[in-house]
C-alpha cells in the first residue's frame, strides 16, 4: 500500500454527535488535507490520474480533504481520515484492463441460424397464399 502520510495536514474541529460533556470540549472530528500539486510523492501522469478521478472530494485549490468524526477520539478519527485517503488514492491509480470481446462459438451461431429458420418457416405458414 501507498504511504505518502508524510505530506498530510490535519486539521481538527468540534465533532457534532454523541461525546456528554466532552463534545463541548474536546475538538474530536478530524480533516485530513493533502496538496495533489505540491506532492513529491507521485509522478505527473499519477498526479492527473489522482485529480481526474477524486476531482468530486477535491477544493478550489486542488487540495483532497477527507473528514472523520466516527469516534470520541481525535487520535481514532485522524487514523480514520489517513486510512481512507490511503485508501482513496491507491484506487484511483488503479488501471482495470481492458476487455476483450471473444469471438462466437460455432454452436452459439449454428443455434442463431436454427432459430431464424423455424421463426422464418413458422412466418411463412402464416401467409394467406399458403393456404390455398
Known amino acids: 500500500m ?3 502520510s508524510q505530506e498530510i495536514k490535519y486539521k481538527t474541529s468540534r ?3 454523541k461525546g456528554g460533556q466532552n463534545v463541548n470540549k474536546v ?3 478530524v480533516e485530513a ?3 495533489v500539486e505540491n506532492s513529491l510523492f507521485f509522478t505527473n ?3 492527473i490520474c489522482i485529480k481526474n478521478k477524486l476531482s468530486n472530494r477535491m477544493n478550489k485549490i486542488g487540495e483532497l480533504c477527507i473528514n472523520s468524526s466516527e469516534t470520541r477520539s481525535q487520535i481514532e478519527n485522524k487514523k480514520i481520515a489517513t486510512q481512507k485517503m490511503l485508501q482513496l488514492v491507491t484506487q484511483s491509480l488503479y488501471k482495470s484492463t481492458i476487455r476483450k470481446p471473444s469471438e462466437r462459438t460455432r454452436s452459439s451461431i449454428e443455434k442463431r441460424l436454427m432459430f ?3 421463426l422464418s418457416y413458422i412466418k411463412r405458414l402464416r401467409n ?3 393456404w390455398e
Do not use: H, L, Q, R
Open 2 to 4: 501507498i504511504d505518502f
Open 15 to 17: 465533532s457534532p454527535g
Open 27 to 29: 475538538e474530536t472530528k
Open 33 to 35: 488535507v493533502w496538496n
Open 45 to 47: 501522469e499519477e498526479k
Open 116 to 118: 431464424k429458420k423455424k
Open 128 to 130: 394467406k397464399n399458403n
